[in-house]
């Protein structure tokens, strides 16, 4: 498979080259880049686009995506008002709006809006093969080094002065000894482990789509290997169940699954309190495999909520804090989870800006996952994104899980249909 077109060229060689990237450190820098640049192509293709243009050549929109954009724009006006709420000069409200919106929050905007170019799913899946192998060659590398404790300093990109961001965006850091439990844990193309985890969930998704079994089989194991590797408890805890739900909520029109989705409510009410001790149980021994680390976040949390709640509850506060108190080891508030973030930074506004997108689009494509493969794709990599929100800023990691995000333009420009793909090619070839 190659790509045949300027889009595909751009999305194929910036996966397959993922890991060059990440040496020169250039992810942070060129994921954006070609963010913008898509979306300007898009809109270059829409103006040159007639009467006479073919439909199977027609670039539509979707209402999905204009959702998306008219969020994420909420998003920026969001941040203006804080800037002004807080009395910041004009080159901070720039600085801010490059480094905190063009480079984040539009992510999640452009990339659904770049989906709806001509760009093969197969293309995508296949990249995303490759890269989850190379990933696999290198889990297996790094853990050998660390066998023999082999360490390399830390080496930051050049590439930093002009990030914008901290330093960790641009680091190329091997492995690091975890200093609650002792295990090692990888990083690869990533900043932080945790990210990691997140990023290989995405990518399982991604892999399980393509048609050649054998690569098919070695994405698995590579993403499979990426989550492994972070040694991030949710990451590992998704990899197993999420598949399992995400095929579950796309087959919900079957009667089995109704029938089962019945009797389970019956047993829950039945064994409610049990099931309900069974969860405490496995959230205290989940929070305590790494203590500190669940301590820190509940922490930050309820510092976000308490400041957004008394002192910027419509706008916020426009910026994380560079350096928390001493109580979260000088963590960023509003750091570590999307929505408490998004709260503290850009206050109930911002909150409502991201809500509504994503639940706009998990539920349409909940629906289309019933009959469509690329829209069962794209509620799976939603329900690692909702997920990965409770631990994670998503909008920092966007230039990483940006593939995800393109699945999902292409799975909200595909139209609803009351048959399969399958089912329609079975129709027509018995005429």
Excluded at 66 to 76: D, H, K
Excluded at 229 to 239: A, N, Q, T, V
Excluded at 269 to 284: E, P, T, V
Aim: glycine share 8%; with cysteine; aromatic share 12%.
């Amino acid at each position: 498979m190659t790509p045949q077109n300027l889009p595909e060229k751009v999305i194929w060689y910036y996966i397959t080259g993922t890991y060059l990237l990440y040496i020169i450190g250039a992810q942070h820098i060129v994921a954006p880049a070609i963010a913008w640049f898509l979306a300007g192509y898009l809109c270059v293709q829409l103006w040159q686009q007639t009467q006479d243009t073919p439909p199977e050549e027609r670039i539509r929109i979707p209402l999905g995506v204009w959702i998306w954009i008219a969020g994420m724009l909420l998003m920026e006006v969001a941040i203006v008002g804080a800037h002004l709420d807080f009395n910041m000069d004009l080159p901070r409200i720039v600085r801010s709006t490059i480094n905190f919106f063009a480079r984040t929050w539009a992510l999640l905007a452009l990339f659904p809006l770049s989906g709806c170019l001509k760009i093969r799913s197969q293309l995508i899946y296949r990249a995303a093969c490759i890269l989850c192998i190379q990933s696999l060659i290198l889990v297996v590398l790094f853990y050998a080094m660390s066998l023999v404790n082999i360490r390399l300093p830390i080496i930051t990109s050049p590439l930093y002065k002009i990030g914008g961001v901290g330093a960790e965006y641009y680091n190329i850091l091997l492995y690091i000894r975890d200093s609650d439990t002792g295990k090692t844990r990888l990083y690869l193309f990533t900043p932080w482990a945790p990210a990691l985890g997140m990023v290989g969930n995405i990518y399982f998704f991604l892999v399980c789509q393509e048609a050649n079994k054998r690569l098919r089989w070695l994405g698995m194991i590579g993403a499979a290997a990426m989550v492994w590797s972070s040694d991030s408890r949710l990451g590992i805890l998704c990899l197993p169940t999420l598949p399992v739900i995400n095929w579950i909520l796309s087959n919900m029109t079957r009667p089995g699954i109704q029938l089962t989705a019945g009797a389970f409510s019956v047993f829950s009410g039945m064994f409610g309190i049990q099931l309900l001790n069974w969860y405490k149980d496995f959230r205290a021994q989940f929070d305590g495999q790494r203590a500190s680390s669940s301590r820190v976040r509940e922490v930050l949390g309820r510092i976000a909520l308490y400041r957004w709640q008394n002192d910027a509850p419509i706008w916020g506060f426009g910026i994380k804090e560079p350096k928390g108190p001493r109580v979260v080891t000088g963590k960023p508030i509003g750091s570590h989870h999307t929505w408490f973030g998004v709260l503290f930074t850009h206050g109930i506004v911002g909150f409502i800006a991201l809500a509504v997108p994503m639940t706009w689009s998990f539920i349409e494509c909940l629906i289309k996952a019933q009959k469509n493969t690329t829209a069962q794709v794209a509620l799976g990599i939603l329900t690692v994104l909702i997920m990965f929100s409770f631990a994670e800023n998503l909008e920092t990691l966007a230039y990483l899980y940006w593939p995800g995000l393109v699945i999902l333009g292409i799975a909200l420009k595909e139209k609803f249909s009351l048959v399969s793909k399958s089912e329609l090619t079975l129709q027509n070839s018995s005429y």
